[in-house]
């Protein structure tokens, strides 16, 4: 049995081993953003022996003041260009950003916890934490 995660503020827990079974979908669908600090950008480069600018030009994309991870097409889908599908993991976890590190906490899913629950099999409300 896996251990339910649970963060105050939230009326849902998530049970990780649900990723084994999941195709990826928090890393996969419509397009968005995955935004990288200057340190995440630092330490992804690190973990890709790539020099910081190298790593900038082939991985990233800017989007006003910040930078984003770049995807890639999938049929009618965008995946992040570090999702493996071979593996259904990321190629950079153990660098991978924020973003990616606090998926399925975030403060927008606060109030959007059905649409959470179509996105993440490892969804459930709290009275169901025996799920």
């Known amino acids: 049995m896996s251990t339910l995660m649970k963060e105050d503020g939230f009326d849902y827990v998530f049970n990780p081993s649900a990723c084994e079974e999941c195709a990826g979908r928090c890393c996969t669908g419509e397009s968005g953003y995955i935004y990288v600090s200057k340190t995440e950008i630092e330490a992804i480069a690190k973990l890709l022996s790539l020099d910081?600018?190298?790593?900038?030009?082939?991985?990233?994309?800017?989007?006003m003041y910040k930078y984003?991870?770049?995807?890639?097409?999938?049929?009618?889908?965008y995946e992040c260009v570090f999702y493996d599908a071979a593996t259904n993991g990321c190629s950079i976890y153990d660098a991978r950003p924020l973003q990616c590190k606090t998926f399925p906490f975030w403060d927008y899913y606060k109030t959007r916890v059905n649409e959470l629950?179509?996105?993440?099999?490892?969804?459930?409300?709290?009275?169901?934490?025996?799920v």
């Open 68 to 77: 984003s991870i770049k995807e890639r097409k999938n049929g009618d889908s």
């Open 52 to 63: 910081v600018k190298e790593f900038v030009r082939e991985y990233l994309f800017k989007k």
């Open 117 to 130: 629950k179509l996105e993440c099999p490892g969804i459930s409300d709290k009275e169901d934490e025996s």
